[in-house]
């Protein structure tokens, strides 16, 4: 079993930044690929990037490329979310998810255990 919290949401200007952190505890957290959701108001929640188990492997969705940066410290059980160069469409709220499998995941059906959310509110 993994726990994960997510902190670090807020409120930001439109051009601003945040980083977001998820603390796990549990199981091996180092043995998890790792990844980040959002979900807008009305919307379906939907993939931003992931991060293998070493951190060697990382994808990104389209809408964040350049902008955002995934890490994680398996020393310190956190993963982490960069977000640079906010956009107001950024606005939702941002979930931590791991997942069993080895490899990294793109779905919300690919991902076992997932954090309650923090809120990133972009105003323009």
């Known amino acids: 079993q993994v726990q994960l919290v997510e902190s670090g949401g807020g409120l930001v200007q439109a051009g601003g930044s945040l980083r977001l952190s998820c603390a796990a505890s549990g199981r091996t957290f180092s043995r998890n690929a790792m990844g980040w959701f959002r979900q807008a108001p009305g919307k379906e929640r939907e993939f931003v990037a992931a991060?293998?188990?070493?951190?060697?492997?990382?994808y990104y969705a389209d809408p964040v490329k350049g902008r955002f940066t995934i890490s994680r410290n398996n020393a310190k059980n956190t993963m982490y979310l960069q977000m640079n160069s906010l956009k107001p469409e950024d606005t939702a709220v941002y979930y931590c998810?791991?997942?069993?499998?080895?490899?990294?995941?793109?779905?919300?059906?690919?991902?076992?255990?997932w954090g309650q959310g923090t809120q990133v509110t972009v105003s323009s």
């Open positions: 998810a791991a997942r069993v499998a080895v490899g990294l995941g793109y779905l919300v059906r690919e991902y076992d255990y």
């Open positions: 991060i293998s188990w070493s951190g060697g492997g990382i």
